[in-house]
């Protein structure tokens, strides 16, 4: 990439914006790059910035026309509208030829109601298979007898790696210290995609393993489906985590679970008031779905009459 100037590398960010290239934009940020528009939490790295264009761009047209464009040393201060009348202003900190921080302020309620959008609506799509990545938390055989419906939570983490399987969502597995709490329940091993990396951790949020970290970020996936145990624990770090990286996170509700009812409903309060989107196994499989005529209609079908016990 050639060597710009602040300036020069705003106008170009401008470009790329107005094509909505989530890739080249990200290509002008440091593997450490903050872009932090106040309207949100901050999104860190390079590859969560990518993420949060390519939600964004999904989720909304967006154009930006420059009224005015300032260069101070390392700094450029960006003034833009768009063609509906909204405006806004953002400054970049460029070293070495990146972008090293970006903050940018504009009205995220007035944006939302031109593009016709509530806020769940703005930062949550629906779910498609091309866009999801399933990530089973934990599933492990020294844990599940000690969880609350336990079992029932392996079938429908069964359930939804057989959709998975079928529909080709790639899938993450974590063993938390699996020397001391056992491997992934056997009943779910003939289900996990073959080549699927099962990966040890001993952090409580899979997003704070490197390897885990990498292994879901090389993923390319916007929409993070999350399932296991413990809710509270577990799941509900890696969760934050994800979210605050720029990712969809939603929680299947009849695949996740504590040891105590208090801690799982507590968790799953949590997960909403923070503007994570709840789900369940068959409203999932449907949403893979989306059609009767879908090759796999049938078999999702099948999946969705099962009952436990």
Same mark, same amino acid.
């Given at each position: 990439?050639?060597?710009?100037?602040?300036?020069?590398?705003?106008?170009?960010?401008?470009?790329?914006?107005?094509?909505?290239?989530?890739?080249?934009?990200?290509?002008?940020?440091?593997?450490?790059?903050?872009?932090?528009?106040?309207?949100?939490?901050?999104?860190?790295?390079?590859?969560?910035?990518?993420?949060?264009?390519?939600?964004?761009?999904?989720?909304?047209?967006?154009?930006?026309?420059?009224?005015?464009?300032?260069?101070?040393?390392?700094?450029?201060?960006?003034?833009?509208?768009?063609?509906?009348?909204?405006?806004?202003?953002?400054?970049?900190?460029?070293?070495?030829?990146?972008?090293?921080?970006?903050?940018?302020?504009?009205?995220?309620?007035?944006?939302?109601?031109?593009?016709?959008?509530?806020?769940?609506?703005?930062?949550?799509?629906?779910?498609?298979?091309?866009?999801?990545?399933?990530?089973? #938390?934990? =599933? /492990?055989?020294?844990?599940?007898?000690?969880?609350?419906? @336990? $079992?029932?939570?392996?079938?429908? *983490?069964?359930?939804?790696?057989?959709?998975?399987?079928?529909?080709?969502?790639?899938?993450?597995?974590?063993?938390?210290?699996?020397?001391?709490?056992?491997?992934?329940?056997?009943?779910?091993?003939?289900?996990?995609?073959?080549?699927?990396?099962?990966?040890?951790?001993?952090?409580?949020?899979?997003?704070?393993?490197?390897?885990?970290?990498?292994?879901?970020?090389?993923?390319?996936?916007?929409?993070?489906?999350?399932?296991?145990?413990?809710?509270? #624990?577990? =799941? /509900?770090?890696?969760?934050?985590?994800?979210?605050?990286? @720029? $990712?969809?996170?939603?929680?299947? *509700?009849?695949?996740?679970?504590?040891?105590?009812?208090?801690?799982?409903?507590?968790?799953?309060?949590?997960?909403?008031?923070?503007?994570?989107?709840?789900?369940?196994?068959?409203?999932?499989?449907?949403?893979?779905?989306?059609?009767?005529?879908?090759?796999?209609?049938?078999?999702?079908?099948?999946?969705?009459?099962?009952?436990?016990?």
């Amino acid at each position: 990439m050639p060597h710009f100037s602040p300036k020069q590398l705003v106008f170009h960010w401008v470009e790329l914006f107005n094509k909505a290239d989530a890739i080249g934009l990200a290509e002008l940020y440091h593997d450490d790059a903050i872009n932090h528009q106040v309207a949100n939490e901050p999104v860190e790295g390079k590859e969560n910035i990518c993420n949060m264009f390519e939600r964004e761009f999904a989720a909304a047209e967006m154009v930006c026309i420059v009224e005015s464009l300032f260069e101070c040393g390392e700094w450029a201060m960006l003034e833009w509208k768009d063609p509906l009348g909204l405006r806004g202003c953002g400054f970049f900190h460029v070293v070495d030829g990146k972008i090293k921080f970006q903050r940018g302020y504009w009205d995220k309620l007035s944006f939302l109601q031109q593009q016709g959008l509530s806020v769940s609506e703005k930062m949550y799509q629906r779910l498609s298979s091309k866009n999801s990545l399933l990530v089973i #938390v934990d =599933v /492990q055989e020294r844990l599940i007898p000690a969880i609350l419906n @336990g $079992r029932q939570i392996v079938f429908n *983490v069964r359930r939804l790696l057989k959709a998975a399987q079928a529909i080709g969502v790639p899938v993450v597995v974590t063993e938390q210290y699996p020397q001391g709490l056992g491997h992934t329940v056997q009943e779910l091993a003939p289900y996990i995609p073959e080549g699927t990396p099962v990966l040890p951790k001993k952090s409580f949020s899979v997003y704070d393993d490197e390897r885990i970290r990498t292994e879901i970020d090389n993923q390319r996936r916007s929409q993070i489906i999350l399932c296991g145990v413990e809710a509270h #624990v577990c =799941v /509900q770090q890696s969760a934050f985590d994800l979210h605050r990286a @720029g $990712r969809e996170v939603h929680i299947v *509700v009849d695949a996740v679970g504590s040891r105590f009812a208090d801690d799982r409903e507590t968790a799953l309060r949590r997960f909403e008031s923070s503007g994570m989107a709840l789900t369940t196994a068959e409203s999932l499989l449907f949403e893979w779905c989306r059609t009767a005529e879908h090759p796999q209609f049938k078999m999702f079908s099948r999946l969705a009459k099962e009952s436990y016990g």
